[in-house]
């Protein structure tokens, strides 16, 4: 981690590291572990904002119950809005691999293949997003 990010999360209160005379940080223990487990939440696409406010909770002196299942709904909102990104992703590469797949042995099943595709994604593009007009997609059957 570099000075700047360490300077930076002093700055913004995610870790707040005590100081010497010389005005030099002194990261104890406890600030190590917690900036292993910023990487980690970063690693795992939080942004500082969602980290900073919901994972202070080693500063408090006693967890409560309610603040327990506030943060473990909003993993489970994260881990739905990550699964949501991995089929988009899957959907995607598989795409991309019939599109190059198609261009390699560019004969009219491939690219059958490729079309029906293409008008499936298509289908939940407009389901997902519901400002994208019918129109069109039904024209190119053939």
């Known amino acids: 981690m570099s000075k700047d990010t360490l300077r930076y999360y002093d700055r913004i209160g995610i870790v707040s590291p005590s100081r ?3 005005r030099y940080r002194m990261y104890s223990k406890d600030d190590l572990i917690d900036l ?3 990487q980690i939440m970063r690693y795992a696409d939080f942004s500082l904002d969602e980290i900073k ?6 500063k408090m002196e006693n967890i409560d119950s309610a ?3 506030e943060v473990a ?3 489970d909102a994260k881990n739905a ?3 949501k990104k991995i089929n988009h992703l899957e959907k995607v590469s598989r795409l991309l691999n019939m599109a190059a797949e198609t261009l390699r042995d560019l004969n009219n099943e491939s690219d ?3 079309a029906e595709f293409v008008r499936e994604l298509y289908k939940d593009i407009r ?3 519901p400002g994208i007009s019918k129109e069109g997609c039904d024209q190119h059957q053939g």
């Open 81 to 83: 809005e990550t699964r």
């Open 67 to 69: 603040y327990c299942e």
């Open 20 to 22: 010497k005379d010389n």
């Open 36 to 38: 292993m487990n910023i």
């Open 127 to 129: 389901v997902n997003e």
């Open 73 to 75: 709904a909003f993993l």
């Open 112 to 114: 059958q293949r490729l």
């Open 53 to 58: 406010g919901k994972f202070g909770f080693h």
